[in-house]
């Protein structure tokens, strides 16, 4: 059984950064993870991704504010969010490749606001 969980979520002022973390436990080695986030009312969408080798693919709306990076000694992905706007309001959730399945996060909210 492979478990996450996120932390770092929280509210923030227009224009500030967050960082999230996490965490996982599992007996096996972790392939890719990634970060997802899903506003109110929208579908999940991805943030960004990076492999074990440390890789990574972003979406194209997000490069250039956010980064992830990850610890493989301590199986936790990180993801640095900067100019941070109201439209990146949303739940986000991790999610971590282990052999043939892919495991998900419980999820930790970020609120942009004023």
């Known amino acids: 059984q492979v478990q996450l969980v996120e932390s770092g979520g929280g509210l923030v002022q227009p224009g500030g950064s967050l960082r999230l973390s996490c965490a996982a436990s599992?007996?096996?080695?972790?392939?890719?993870m990634g970060w997802y986030r899903q506003a109110p009312g929208k579908q999940r969408e991805l943030v960004a991704t990076?492999?074990?080798?440390?890789?990574?693919n972003y979406a194209d709306s997000l490069k250039g504010r956010f980064s992830i990076s990850r610890d493989n000694a301590k199986n936790t992905v990180y993801l640095q969010m900067s100019s941070l706007k109201p439209e990146d309001t949303a739940v986000y959730f991790c999610?971590?490749?282990?052999?043939?399945?892919?495991?998900w996060g419980q999820g930790t909210q970020v609120a942009v606001s004023s």
């Open positions: 599992s007996r096996f080695s972790i392939g890719t």
């Open positions: 990076i492999t074990a080798g440390g890789s990574t």
């Open positions: 999610n971590a490749r282990v052999m043939a399945t892919i495991y």
